[in-house]
């Protein structure tokens, strides 16, 4: 069982960055693929990146999000991060990491056997 909680969301203002972590606690961290996904409210929970088992791994991003956020991701710390970059008030969300196991679709949310409980990013125009 893998326990996931994220941090360093807030409140900032259009165009600043944040940098998000999910520290894994509970199980081998490195054994599963790694992603971040947000809900807005009233919207469905997306796929934001992902990225799989390695600590140099293949990444995934969202069209929304390329070159804006970077993935990445620590097995020595049992931490990933996600780097957002150039926000915009779009990107106002609850954001997810999550652990999935192998050989999952990593852009699914069904993949995903474990869920941290959230952090709120919010951007201010």
């Known amino acids: 069982q893998v326990q996931l909680v994220e941090s360093g969301g807030g409140l900032v203002q259009t165009g600043a960055s944040l940098r998000l972590s999910c520290a894994a606690s509970?199980?081998?961290?490195?054994?599963?693929?790694m992603g971040w996904f947000r809900q807005a409210p009233g919207k469905e929970r997306e796929f934001v990146a992902a990225i799989t088992w390695s600590s140099g791994g293949i990444t995934l991003y969202a069209d929304s999000v390329k070159g804006r956020f970077t993935i990445s991701r620590d097995n020595a710390k049992n931490t990933g991060y996600l780097q957002m970059d150039s926000l915009k008030p779009e990107d106002t969300a609850v954001y997810y990491c999550?652990?999935?196991?192998?050989?999952?679709?990593?852009?699914?949310?069904?993949?995903?056997?474990?869920w941290g409980q959230g952090t709120q990013v919010t951007v201010s125009s």
């Open positions: 509970g199980g081998t961290f490195s054994r599963y693929g």
């Open positions: 999550a652990a999935a196991s192998p050989l999952k679709s990593l852009r699914e949310k069904d993949s995903y056997n474990y």
